[in-house]
């Protein structure tokens, strides 16, 4: 069973692979490669790269935080009070998500 805390850390995780400059933030490139990861097309990237920025960039400064990202990431997940996910489909997508990212995701 994955606990949100093991989420969290696996995200934080893959926020320090993705954050190549180690700036603590996501710019556009490292964005972009972040989504190309998951399985978006070349061609949509620009796309997905702006509904990420306006859904995840909560404070609007042009770039995604770490804490922003994890967020993003879990969403509004429902947490049992032993730690672990109620919503046992997210748990699964999550795993895949995770999976996805290749070795970023075994950190």
Same mark, same amino acid.
Do not use: F
């Given at each position: 069973m994955v606990t949100e805390h093991d989420a969290n850390t696996r995200i934080d995780r893959t926020f320090t692979c993705l @954050?190549? @400059?180690g700036?603590?933030?996501? @710019?556009e490139s490292e964005g972009k490669r972040f989504l190309g990861a998951v399985g978006c097309e070349e061609a949509e990237l620009d796309y997905y790269w702006a509904d990420l920025m306006r859904v995840a @960039?909560?404070?609007k400064d042009g770039k995604i935080s770490k804490e922003e990202f994890v967020k993003y990431v879990m969403g509004d997940v429902e947490v049992a009070s032993d730690g672990s996910f109620v919503d046992l489909e997210f748990e699964?997508?999550?795993k895949h998500q995770v999976m996805?990212? /290749?070795p970023? /995701?075994?950190l």
């Open positions: @954050d190549v @400059d700036s603590g933030y996501l @710019d @960039d909560t404070n699964k997508e999550l996805m990212y /290749g970023a /995701g075994r």
